[in-house]
């Protein structure tokens, strides 16, 4: 099987100037699974890579004062479960699920699972716009899924309405600021590539990423060039929107959730409050003046962080 041709996305459409109707999620979802059937992530360079995001969300845990014994963690979607293996080796007292659409990935993620002798974590297939999952997980983690749907608000709506009363959610998405110049990057090799085979774009990658000087230093997080799944992902994805946070503040609070900490991607906490970034007495109280998602928005526009992750708590 082959993947759809990326060049022919919307995203391209508005790059060239064009203003296309909104594509319809169930053709999104149809790219984003073929790509994952073909080209399934994480790579396996990525095997316990994971063990410092689950020991941090350990310490926020701690710092809440919340003992997740017997919780029940929910991974959507898991990939091939690298994450949610590190997760279920940092919290052995909590059982876990993962959902991801991709059967290939699915299989992956089993197999890893058994190999490290994790009985507490198990993956199926899911759609996470179809999961009809209500006030049933203690916590659930959502990393790089839902900039790749159609309707990210409509995927945030399901995480909220999936998650018990008084429950955590961590969301990770690309932020819309901090993310130019990898659309910048991924608009020239569409252009590049525009027609070619899916091979002949992977190959188009490496070589400007030769000509062009650039490696690992300047992605983040770094990216294995030599693996083709991890070139597909990063510069080739079927779809991808990054969001703004003062969008995903708006939609997260719609479905009962209060944000309560943001970091990038490595766990580096930054400070929701736009004082924590201004100096200016009189720009500080104008600031204050904004509600939770506008003074979100000031923050996105500072920092301009690659990635967002965001921990919000489900109102009781």
């Not at 203690?138 to 009363?165: F, N, Q």
């Not at 944000?259 to 580096?268: K, N």
């Not at 600031?287 to 003074?295: F, I, N």
């Not at 000031?298 to 489900?314: C, E, H, I, T």
């Amino acid at each position: 099987m082959t993947m759809p041709d990326p060049t022919l996305s919307v995203e391209t459409a508005r790059a060239r100037g064009n203003s296309p109707a909104p594509p319809a999620p169930e053709r999104v979802t149809s790219q984003v699974r073929q790509q994952y059937l073909e080209h399934p992530f994480p790579p396996p360079q990525r095997k316990h890579s994971y063990r410092e995001h689950a020991a941090f969300v350990r310490r926020v845990l701690d710092d809440l004062g919340l003992d997740p014994t017997g919780w029940r963690f929910g991974d959507i979607a898991c990939g091939t479960g690298l994450m949610m293996l590190d997760y279920a080796l940092e919290f052995p007292e909590a059982e876990f699920v993962g959902y991801d659409l991709s059967e290939a990935s699915v299989a992956r993620a089993n197999e890893v699972l058994q190999a490290e002798g994790v009985k507490n974590a198990r993956a199926a297939v899911g759609n996470l716009l179809e999961l009809r999952e209500v006030d049933s997980f203690d916590y659930i983690l959502s990393w790089g899924t839902v900039h790749h749907l159609a309707e990210p608000d409509a995927g945030m709506a399901v995480l909220c309405r999936a998650l018990k009363p008084g429950g955590l959610l961590r969301l990770g998405v690309y932020g819309h600021y901090g993310n130019l110049d990898r659309q910048i990057q991924q608009e020239f090799v569409r252009s590049l590539g525009e027609g070619l085979p899916l091979d002949e774009r992977i190959q188009v990658v490496r070589e400007w990423a030769a000509e062009a000087g650039f490696a690992d230093a300047v992605t983040a997080p770094p990216v294995d060039l030599s693996d083709d799944a991890w070139v597909v992902d990063e510069f080739l994805h079927a779809w991808e929107s990054p969001l703004r946070l003062r969008d995903v503040v708006r939609t997260l609070q719609a479905g009962g959730l209060e944000p309560f900490l943001l970091t990038d991607y490595y766990g580096e906490r930054i400070p929701l409050d736009p004082a924590e970034h201004l100096r200016n007495r009189h720009l500080v109280e104008l600031a204050g003046r904004l509600e939770l998602p506008e003074r979100c928005h000031l923050v996105d526009l500072m920092v301009r962080p690659y990635w967002l992750s965001v921990f919000a708590q489900k109102h009781r």
